[in-house]
């Protein structure tokens, strides 16, 4: 998928999931006069815990609110510039750390709060906070309707299959069938692969009206 120009600097970023949060995915891309904007997990544990304890109860934040369906979510966006700060010194090109919290009320359902710590190279004149917060929103809706699913739900993580082109087929095979559960209607992948796996005739039509 190609990138999109920094909306300022006509320059290209890449966000991308915690996998790719590395130093030499980083130097990569500053060397090809790219940005980035990753976020931030376990796989980086000296990094998140840096930023975890930045003085982010100091920062100014953005707060959004939604209604609907029955569930009310609030998303608050706060963005603290590094500039030669211990976060600077323990990973590359580093401008800006992020932290977004996510609050969900649904009717009938124990609250749920999210936080996600970021970190990207886009200074505050390329990217205000408002924006980098709909880029780990649209981040976040592509983990949870691909990512997850093929992590989780269909094992990814644990496949044997790592060398030569096999990855790379069985993702695509992956996706090929959750995809097609979708075409048919089912929102809930983990029901859909009990019910292919009980109707194997589905599947054959599936395939023959794709």
Not at 7 to 25: I, L, Y
Not at 104 to 119: C, K, L, N, Q
Not at 143 to 148: F, I, S
Not at 178 to 205: D, E, S
Request: aromatic share 6%; glycine share 6%.
């Amino acid at each position: 998928m190609p990138w999109p120009p920094c909306p300022t600097c006509a320059t290209s970023w890449s966000p991308a999931d915690a996998r790719h949060c590395q130093r030499k995915h980083a130097t990569w891309l500053h060397a090809r006069g790219g940005h980035y904007l990753f976020t931030v997990k376990g796989n980086q544990p000296a990094l998140r815990q840096t930023l975890v304890r930045l003085p982010w109860a100091c920062a100014p934040g953005q707060l959004e609110r939604h209604h609907a369906h029955g569930r009310a979510e609030s998303r608050s966006v706060k963005v603290i510039d590094l500039e030669s700060g211990p976060t600077h010194r323990l990973f590359p090109h580093a401008a800006r750390a992020i932290k977004v919290v996510r609050r969900r009320r649904r009717r009938g359902h124990r609250p749920s709060i999210e936080t996600v710590y970021a970190i990207t190279s886009l200074t505050h004149r390329q990217a205000d906070p408002g924006l980098l917060a709909a880029w780990i929103r649209s981040h976040w809706c592509i983990e949870n309707r691909l990512h997850w699913i093929r992590d989780v739900t269909l094992g990814e993580d644990h496949s044997s299959i790592r060398t030569g082109a096999g990855p790379q087929v069985m993702a695509a095979l992956r996706n090929t069938a959750i995809n097609l559960a979708r075409l048919a209607g089912h929102t809930n992948i983990a029901a859909a692969q009990r019910h292919f796996a009980h109707q194997p005739a589905t599947v054959h039509r599936l395939l023959t009206a794709a």
